[in-house]
């Protein structure tokens, strides 16, 4: 789904002031899956800034509103997806619940937290899509607890084939208000990073691995 440049920029410029979002090509990080890479997100910093946490939340709920016609519920994915669905849910005066990764092995052994009536059209809220493997693993416990997914929104998209494909085989429409190219462009617009780290920036969405493994 398209976005809307104006507050994609103005998103991505937020995650880079606060440093939510954090490049470095020259000096990459080290994801927990061990490869390494020259974007590190953690877009739960925000909610520590008022105001960017307002403007998220407004974003968000226009998004859901626009792409989605709101739904029944606002469900969020733990544990980014959390406090962001809240916001939201709140925002729009609906239900909230939330899907952790796994079930609890203890207790009721819970999946899902709150109520999930049957048949309930559920948006997902996401702070972060990457390999969308925990987004969409959210989505098949919504679905097994009887709700219909209308779609997922999120903050930010690192943008990867891969990713897009799992989420097109689910058949779940994905809305984001930022994305890694809108990212990468307002990063150099606003001197975060220098033209010529552009293309390094580039060839790591194409193919993290690769670009991973010249790095050793």
Known sequence: MSVNKDSALKVAEFLLQVKAVKLQPNKPFTWASGLRSPIYCDN????????????????????????FAKGDIIVGVATGGIAQGVLVAEELGLPFAYVRPEPKSHGMGNQVEGVIEPGQSVIVVEDLVSTGKSSLNAVDAITAAGGVVKGMVAIFTYGFEDAAKKFKDKNVNLATLTNYDILIEQAVASNYVSEKDLGSLREWRVDPKSWSEKQA
């Open 44 to 67: 739960r910093v925000t909610l520590s800034y008022p105001h960017i946490r307002t403007f998220i939340r407004q974003e968000l709920s226009k998004v859901i509103a626009q792409e």
